[in-house]
Nanobody, 115 residues
Framework: QVQLVESGGGLVQAGGSLRLSCAAS????????MGWFRQAPGKQRELVAI???????QYANSVKGRSTISRDNAKNTVYLQMNSLKPEDTAVYYC?????????WGQGTQVTVSS
């Protein structure tokens, strides 16, 4: 079992920044890549960014250049730094970790960007 707990969401004005955190616990040694997804009202959940154990990163085109995913393996934590936020970034952000052929999700953290 893997538990993921997100934090760091909130309300921010357009152009502002937020840093999301995702702390992993449990059978963390089975985790490979970790990622962030988001889901806006009425829309499907979409990938925002992923990072592998080796540090390889991949971003959605919509956030590329504005966001940075990183991980602190000593703290079992993944971060998503988001800058130049736009109203269209408003969504619930979920941390994701595949492990042992299962998909684990956090409870989600709300990010709201006002115009």
């Amino acid at each position: 079992q893997v538990q993921l707990v997100e934090s760091g969401g909130g309300l921010v004005q357009a152009g502002g920044s937020l840093r999301l955190s995702c702390a992993a616990s449990g059978n963390i040694f089975s985790i490979n890549a970790m990622g962030w997804f988001r889901q806006a009202p009425g829309k499907q959940r979409e990938l925002v960014a992923i990072i592998s154990n080796s540090g390889y990163t991949q971003y959605a085109n919509s956030v590329k250049g504005r966001s940075t995913i990183s991980r602190d393996n000593a703290k079992n934590t993944v971060y998503l730094q988001m800058n130049s936020l736009k109203p269209e970034d408003t969504a619930v952000y979920y941390c994701h970790a595949p492990a042992n052929d299962r998909n684990y999700w956090g409870q989600g953290t709300q990010v709201t960007v006002s115009s």
